[in-house]
């Protein structure tokens, strides 16, 4: 069967019975999608159905054909301008990994976030990204990442 991809058609085997993870790390070889808790609760997992954060560990694969799904190695084409997209950009420049195990996670949401709340207040981002655990506790680097993404996305659609 094939899924909408990071803007292509791409055929992906057999769908029925398994988990959009699973396809996007295992038959399509995108690991940039983390497999964490497995239960709808960390986050590492997130991806977009249509531009929504989904949790791919908990999507059946079947209900995502013919649906826009994008994962982190497709995120920068989704911004304007060429190079990497804000959040990516941002994550860079403050070093906010650790472990790196969450971070594609919290990119797909943050960049979500943003998309609907170009001038967020701190107090948004941490509610926006509550859901989405990191084990290394990188949560302030996260935060002051998120904030200077708004500023660089609010300079690049100037
Ligand atoms: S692995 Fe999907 S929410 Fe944790
Ligand atoms: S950077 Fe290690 S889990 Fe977040």
């Known amino acids: 069967m094939q899924l909408n991809l990071n803007g292509a058609a791409v055929e992906a085997g057999d769908l029925e019975g398994r988990l959009l993870v699973y396809v996007l790390r295992d038959q399509l070889g995108l690991t940039g999608t983390k497999f964490g808790c497995g239960a709808g609760h960390c986050g590492s997992c997130t991806v977009w ?19 826009e799904i994008t994962t982190i190695e497709g995120l920068a084409e989704t911004a304007p301008g060429a190079g990497l997209h804000p959040v990516q950009q941002a994550f860079l420049e403050l070093q906010v990994p650790q472990c790196g195990w969450c971070m594609s996670g919290q990119m797909m949401t943050a960049a979500a976030f943003l998309r609907e709340n170009p001038e967020p207040t ?11 655990y990191c084990r290394c506790g990188t949560y302030h680097r996260l935060r002051q990442a998120v904030l200077r993404a708004a500023e660089i996305q609010r300079e690049v659609s100037a």
């Open 122 to 132: 701190r107090a948004e981002v941490e509610a926006a990204l509550d859901q989405n």
């Open 49 to 67: 159905v249509d531009g929504v954060p989904t949790r791919s560990c908990q999507k059946p694969a079947v209900e995502v054909v013919g649906r």
